[in-house]
């Protein structure tokens, strides 16, 4: 039993290493790469008129009607994050429109 449990607490080559995950799997011969995204979705509601957000969400009504869900759709002013007054894409938009 004393054996048994001194092969599993200790690795093979002898010392107590720990490598991390990327590393490991490069040893391996694995590839390390993380889980990406949609590269065609689009990250803000300012780019829903675009052709990238079109292609994305089937039509630019379609793009703003999902990413405005949750926001603020009465207001045709907002402020920034720096504090700047800017038009509101999501202005008017009607989140129980469907297409």
């Avoid at 092969?7 to 694995?30: K, N, Q, S, V």
């Avoid at 990406?36 to 079109?54: A, L, M, Q, Y």
Wanted: charged fraction near 25%; aromatic fraction near 4%; proline fraction near 8%.
């Amino acid at each position: 039993m004393v054996v048994l449990a001194t092969m599993l607490c200790a690795p093979a080559g002898g010392a107590a290493a720990i490598r991390p995950i990327a590393e490991r799997r490069r040893a391996e011969g694995r590839a390390a790469s993380r889980a990406r995204g949609e590269t065609d979705v689009v990250p803000n509601v300012g780019e829903c008129d675009s052709p990238k957000g079109s292609r994305a969400y089937g039509s630019p009504q379609g793009c703003l009607r999902a990413l405005c869900r949750g926001r603020n759709l009465v207001n045709a002013f907002v402020t920034d994050d720096a504090h700047r007054l800017r038009r509101n894409p999501c202005a008017g938009v009607d989140p129980f429109d469907r297409p």
